[in-house]
T-cell receptor
Framework: AQKITQTQPGMFVQEKEAVTLDCTYD???????LFWYKQPSSGEMIFLIY??????QNATEGRYSLNFQKARKSANLVISASQLGDSAMYFC??????????????FGSGTRLSIRP | DAMVIQNPRYQVTQFGKPVTLSCSQT?????MYWYQQKSSQAPKLLFH???????NEADTPDNFQSRRPNTSFCFLDIRSPGLGDAAMYLC???????????FGSGTRLTVV
């Protein structure tokens, strides 16, 4: 069965520093997609970045980059120059192919990131 | 802007009283999902609709039902809410074949 593991329940980082959030995954599929979502205290799930399993280059979106190491099955999120507004819960997620039904996203347990001024 | 809208944002219901949460989308996505997220936990998929086909997760309690009368709307019905059903309920949509999932802002359900 597919699984996402986030081993950091919480992290504290000084403003303007870079931060890496860890994510490892387990799947037997050859084709899959990996996501990172941000969830502030208001509850909405905000899409940050996506990496396809066949993408050779690491995905980047502004201050967010995904360090994709396929052989190690890891997909760490790197946030450069952290800001106070980055304080939130961060979820790593994987698209699970559905076969005859639609694909589904499964989530890791999340990392709560707190940025110190 | 095309989006996914969940109403209401906050819902308080009585123990055992049926409640319905709604989700609408203007994206014309053919797949709609309902997730349950309890405090400090990961979202857990309850079920999804692929067009008109309903797909229930194996561990979703019978107390939870869903309806999708058309492409734009999907409803989550909780027949007899218990205290353990208090959670954030997230609706999401996707277009099969694409990778993007769009989430609504969620409905936070309180059971009293």
């Amino acid at each position: 069965a597919q699984k996402i593991t986030q081993t950091q329940p919480g992290m504290f980082v000084q403003e303007k520093e870079a931060v890496t959030l860890d994510c490892t995954y387990d799947t037997s599929d050859q084709s899959y997609g990996l996501f990172w979502y941000k969830q502030p205290s208001s509850g909405e799930m905000i899409f940050l970045i996506y990496q396809g399993s066949y993408d050779e280059q690491n995905a980047t979106e502004g201050r967010y980059s995904l360090n994709f190491q396929k052989a190690r099955k890891s997909a760490n999120l790197v946030i450069s120059a952290s800001q106070l507004g980055d304080s939130a819960m961060y979820f790593c997620a994987m698209r699970e192919e559905g076969g005859s039904s639609a694909s589904k996203i499964i989530f890791g347990s999340g990392t709560r990131l707190s940025i110190r001024p | 802007d095309a989006m996914v809208i969940q109403n209401p944002r906050y819902q308080v219901t009585q123990f055992g009283k049926p409640v319905t949460l709604s989700c609408s989308q203007t994206l014309n996505h053919n797949v709609m999902y309902w997730y349950q997220q309890k405090s400090s936990q990961a979202p857990k998929l309850l079920f999804h609709y692929y067009d008109k086909d309903f797909n229930n997760e194996a561990d979703t309690p019978d107390n939870f039902q869903s309806r999708r009368p058309n492409t734009s709307f999907c409803f989550l019905d909780i027949r007899s809410p218990g205290l353990g059903d208090a959670a954030m309920y997230l609706c999401a949509t996707s277009r099969e074949g694409g990778y993007g999932y769009t989430f609504g802002s969620g409905t936070r359900l309180t059971v009293v």
